[in-house]
């Protein structure tokens, strides 16, 4: 009788090997930087660190060589976050230009430009901004406000971008502006601009709950030249659409990292500490809790794994897969690290503790990039149309 294959989903040996090749590397590039020193800092922008991950070929993974890319898999590309967020890496520097500028780059960018920037992204040394949202258009994108005008042979922007991940730290911006070729989704077009370009005023900070490098930007008569269009006019929504689905996965593997992270702090204060005669390990309320955090981490592993092998070999868009594991993942992350700050106790709380600086990092992922509640329409939307073909 022949046997159903299924695809386990699970990183094989040679990733496995890369996982501790990335903790020796963390290990020693981390030493330096007690975790108190980074208690505010899970995130920070660190020049020298992301260089250095350039250098490893842990920037730009996936793509193809000729961008200077490394052309591995999605999975290897997810096992590599999942560690460096577990570590509390300095991340901030090159986050946005890997996981969203330079696959958009890539596919979208004009063939005289895309070859030039990308490299630079590559080696860790060109950082990005990608500026979408605005005040009451940050899920509902097709509702943007600032203006793309032709002027002479390019285009003058203006308007203002919040929430802007490293607004202000950024060489050069992907900026999706209204340029009227249609009402709605359709009239929405993707530019780069430099900073420093006159008009581009990236100075106000936005102080969050953890602190990230996050701010405003005002565009105020700021002319770009044609030739930094990226893709057709009226193509902006469908660029960050199309994008979106390559970088979600990306934010559910970094869950996953916070979320196992917690996990380890969780399980060596269970064991570590006594009460009642017994280590809090020994209760078996705790068991109940420490499986359930086990179990839930590991089917949030599944679905990163899973939208990184539709990729790798079914070759297929992802979606659903991407929509699922950044939301599941986030969710469980959440979950898993409120659990640990539990099991902690008074210590759990104390600024600059492991799990206190997990708790607040990890609340923004569960917004950015789509929502939970977005992420959970997505899924829901392309449940119920299937359904309906099926059925008519
Ligand atoms: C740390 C951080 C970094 C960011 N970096 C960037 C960046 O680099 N570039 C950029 O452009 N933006 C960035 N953002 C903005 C981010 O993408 C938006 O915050 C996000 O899209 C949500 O938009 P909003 O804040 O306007 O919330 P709103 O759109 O007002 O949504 C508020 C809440 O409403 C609910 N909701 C939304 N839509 C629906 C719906 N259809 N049905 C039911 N409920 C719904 C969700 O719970 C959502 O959280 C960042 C945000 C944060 C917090």
Redesign the pocket.
């Known amino acids: 009788m022949p046997v159903p294959r299924i695809e386990p989903c699970v990183p094989d040996e040679a990733c496995e090997q890369l996982r501790l090749e990335v903790r020796e590397f963390l290990a020693e590039a981390l030493a330096g930087h007690p975790a108190v020193a980074r208690a505010h800092h899970w995130s920070v922008a660190d020049p020298e660190f992301s260089r250095r991950l350039g250098e490893r070929g842990w920037i730009g993974m996936t793509w193809p060589a000729r961008y200077g890319g490394h052309e591995r898999s999605q999975l290897e590309r997810y096992v590599v976050i999942e560690e460096l967020l577990a570590a509390g890496a300095p991340v901030a520097a090159h986050w946005?230009a890997d996981r969203q500028s330079g696959p958009l780059l890539i596919r979208f960018a004009p063939e005289t430009l895309a070859p030039k920037i990308v490299p630079g992204i590559v080696r860790g040394e060109t950082w990005f901004?990608?500026?979408?949202?605005e005040s009451?258009t940050?899920?509902?994108l097709a509702s943007v406000r600032t203006r793309a005008t032709r002027s002479g042979d390019g285009w003058v922007l203006d308007g203002t971008?919040t929430?802007?991940?490293n607004a202000g730290l950024a060489d050069r911006y992907v900026i999706f502006a209204r340029s009227g070729e249609a009402p709605g989704a359709k009239g929405i077009s993707a530019f780069l601009v430099d900073a420093g370009t006159p008009g581009l005023d990236a100075s106000e900070r936005i102080p969050?709950i953890a602190p990230?490098p996050?701010g405003t930007l005002r565009l105020n008569g700021c002319r770009v030249g044609a030739d930094r269009l990226i893709g057709a006019p009226g193509q902006g929504f469908a660029i960050a659409m199309g994008t979106l689905d390559l970088f979600r996965t990306t934010v559910g593997a970094a869950g996953l990292g916070f979320a196992r992270r917690a996990l380890d702090e969780a399980t060596q204060r269970a064991i570590g500490r006594r009460m009642f005669g017994q280590t809090l390990a020994d209760f078996q309320l705790t068991q109940v809790q420490v499986g359930d955090m086990a179990t839930q981490i590991d089917a949030a592993a599944l679905m990163v794994y899973r939208s990184a092998w539709t990729r790798d070999v079914m070759g297929r868009r992802v979606t659903r897969e991407a929509s699922m594991a950044k939301l599941y993942a986030t969710e469980v992350a959440q979950k898993v690290i409120d659990g640990a700050v539990q099991l902690h106790g008074g210590l759990g709380v104390v600024t600059g503790s492991t799990v206190e600086r997990l708790y607040r990092e990890i609340r923004?992922l569960r917004?950015?990039?789509g929502?939970t509640?977005?992420l959970q329409?997505i899924v829901g939307a392309r449940h119920l149309d299937a359904a309906r073909k099926a059925a008519s």
Not at 129 to 133: A, E, M, N, T
């Open positions: 946005t901004c990608i500026g979408l949202s009451d940050g899920s509902d971008k929430w802007i991940s969050v990230h996050l923004a917004i950015y990039e929502a509640e977005v329409l």
